[in-house]
C-alpha cells in the first residue's frame, strides 16, 4: 500500500454536511469520499493515469 500524506482541510459546514451525506450513499467514509472525488478529478484531467481493467485467466494465442 502507498504511504498517505495527512494534512489539514477545513470545509465549510453546509459542503461538509453535503459531503458527508453522499459518502454515506455510497457506503464510504468522508475521508473516503474525498479521496475518490480527487482521484476521479485527476483522471479526468489527464494528471493520473487510468489502470488498464484486469486480463486475469486470459492467455495469448500468439
Same mark, same amino acid.
Given at each position: 500500500?502507498?504511504?498517505? %500524506?495527512?494534512?489539514?482541510?477545513? =470545509? /465549510?459546514? /453546509?459542503?461538509? $454536511?453535503? =459531503?458527508?451525506? @453522499?459518502?454515506? /450513499?455510497?457506503?464510504?467514509?468522508?475521508? *473516503?469520499? !474525498?479521496? @475518490?472525488? !480527487?482521484? #476521479? #478529478? =485527476?483522471? %479526468? #484531467? *489527464?494528471?493520473? #493515469?487510468? +489502470?488498464? +481493467?484486469?486480463? $486475469? *485467466?486470459?492467455?495469448?494465442?500468439?
Amino acid at each position: 500500500m502507498a504511504d498517505k %500524506k495527512n494534512f489539514v482541510l477545513r =470545509l /465549510d459546514e /453546509d459542503v461538509y $454536511k453535503a =459531503l458527508e451525506k @453522499w459518502a454515506g /450513499d455510497e457506503f464510504r467514509s468522508v475521508n *473516503g469520499q !474525498i479521496e @475518490w472525488l !480527487i482521484d #476521479a #478529478a =485527476l483522471r %479526468k #484531467a *489527464g494528471r493520473k #493515469a487510468t +489502470p488498464k +481493467p484486469a486480463t $486475469k *485467466g486470459k492467455k495469448d494465442d500468439a
